[in-house]
């Protein structure tokens, strides 16, 4: 749609006889002129106003024919090449070639390619210039870049590397829109560096030109990654007011998300999650229009060669060898105006429990608070009183005196820590105990009841 003939109408000669045949040749001729040029002689203003972000060089020899009623037919095959084609100044692709025909009174597009990156995209569409209710294209992507997406922010595609391939295919409905469906998918690929496979993308959209308005639907989304599992859907809404409107939300299972937390070229080690992401807000080059609810478990995992996971555990003055895997673990989260609140983060494993809280933004600095013990919560009068307090809280019934209590008695048998700075190389402190926070004190607890090592016979309640 961004190629058709142009022919504004004061380039045809006055005593141009109907049924003869002109040729117009173009050589690097600038796309934006071009589409300035037609436009005025075209039903479909809307359009091609929509499309005035367009900008390349075009060449070629489209020979033409008028026909009475104003109507154009192109004479034979029209040869057009392109290069160096930007939307908003991004670059969409180097190079591009495609032929163009009369059928009936549609114009058709074939024979395409388009080269995008690695990738290559060809086109087939069919229009009448003087209908705009006829009109139709087809698109067939093999390993396309989606940051040459122009509908996609440039801030999302930059998190991506996926190669796209598939067939997506849309036509103008009555209302001067653009209506189409289709299903892109990836063999291999990364999303914020966590490598994925099997990637399937159901889409739908609805752009409607003259509102600058674009819907998009991502439909029951899937891919696999390294053992774990991602499915979803995702809305896109693009208008004036409102830059990328989304909403939706991601399941995930088993999903390794060590990749992304590794820094880039450091030593690689695993933290696996599954829960579930719900999205919402608006989408833009700071992130900070978007929100997120993070609800996921932790399952076994082996993190404490990450940044903040080694610098904890250096801190708790165990070698990093000598900690155990994380058995299980969860994280409660909400992203707003860029900063992830942390509001809850657990650890278990057979050497190491720990409680964390605070904040952490996503251009990587953070201000988290960690309570842990490496000595375990058993064994001794403390760890008896500690599991009497843990029964009593199980069963509803600990009192605000005990769970004073059981904070005096926690702060024996943990360290407590302030990890600031930036998340690739922060500063970790030991403070003085703190009053513990009610979660804290609540999960400790669950760790002291049996069967966690506690010797004896359990404390009968009073």
């Not at 939307?87 to 597009?109: A, H, P, T, V, W």
């Not at 996921?296 to 995992?301: F, M, P, Y």
């Not at 008896?384 to 199980?394: I, P």
Request: aromatic content about 6%; charged content about 20%; proline content about 6%.
């Amino acid at each position: 749609m961004t190629f058709l003939p142009p022919l504004p109408p004061t380039s045809v000669p006055a005593q141009f006889p109907f049924g003869n045949t002109i040729t117009l040749t173009y050589r690097d001729q600038r796309l934006s002129k071009l589409l300035a040029d037609i436009g005025p002689g075209l039903q479909r203003k809307d359009l091609i106003e929509s499309l005035m972000g367009l900008e390349g060089r075009v060449s070629g020899v489209i020979p033409l024919r008028l026909l009475p009623g104003g109507k154009i037919e192109v004479v034979g095959r029209a040869q057009i090449q392109l290069a160096d084609v930007t939307f908003d100044n991004r670059l969409i692709f180097r190079r591009g070639n495609f032929s163009m025909k009369s059928i009936g009174d549609l114009i058709q597009i074939d024979e395409s390619a388009f080269e995008i990156g690695n990738g290559r995209l060809s086109v087939v569409a069919r229009f009448d210039l003087f209908n705009p209710e006829r009109a139709e294209i087809r698109m067939d992507l093999d390993r396309v870049d989606p940051k040459a997406i122009p509908f996609l922010e440039e801030s999302i595609g930059k998190s991506l590397d996926l190669p796209l391939s598939g067939r997506l295919v849309t036509s103008a409905g009555r209302n001067r829109d653009w209506r189409g469906n289709g299903t892109l998918t990836c063999a291999k690929g990364t999303i914020q560096g966590v490598a994925m496979t099997d990637i399937r993308l159901p889409m739908t959209w609805n752009l409607i030109p003259s509102l600058d308005r674009i819907e998009v639907g991502i439909n029951e989304f899937s891919a696999n990654s390294n053992g774990g599992r991602l499915t979803g859907s995702l809305k896109i809404n693009r208008t004036q007011s409102r830059r990328n409107g989304i909403e939706g939300v991601i399941d995930f299972s088993r999903v390794d998300v060590g990749p992304a937390l590794a820094p880039r070229g450091g030593e690689y080690s695993s933290l696996r999650i599954s829960g579930k992401v719900l999205l919402g807000g608006e989408i833009d080059e700071s992130q900070k229009g978007l929100t997120a609810k993070i609800d996921a478990r932790l399952t076994e995992s082996n993190p404490f060669r990450l940044p903040v996971f080694a610098n904890v555990g250096g801190a708790l003055g165990v070698p990093i060898d000598n900690l155990s895997a994380i058995k299980e673990g969860e994280m409660q989260a909400e992203l707003r105006d860029g900063v992830v609140r942390l509001k809850r983060m657990t650890v278990s494993g057979t050497n190491i429990e720990a409680f964390s809280e605070g904040t952490f933004t996503l251009d990587g600095k953070i201000d988290i608070h960690v309570v842990a013990t490496t000595k375990g919560l058993a064994g001794g009068g403390a760890g008896r009183q500690l599991a009497q307090l843990a029964q009593q809280n199980a069963a509803g019934i600990l009192t605000a005196d005990g769970f004073t209590q059981a904070a005096g008695l926690l702060s024996n048998l943990t360290i407590y820590l302030d990890v600031t700075g930036p998340a690739t190389n922060p500063d970790v402190r030991v403070r003085s105990a703190p009053t513990l926070g009610r979660a804290a004190i609540t999960f400790f607890l669950t760790r002291a009841i049996p069967p966690l090592g506690i010797s004896g016979p359990f404390p009968k309640l009073p």
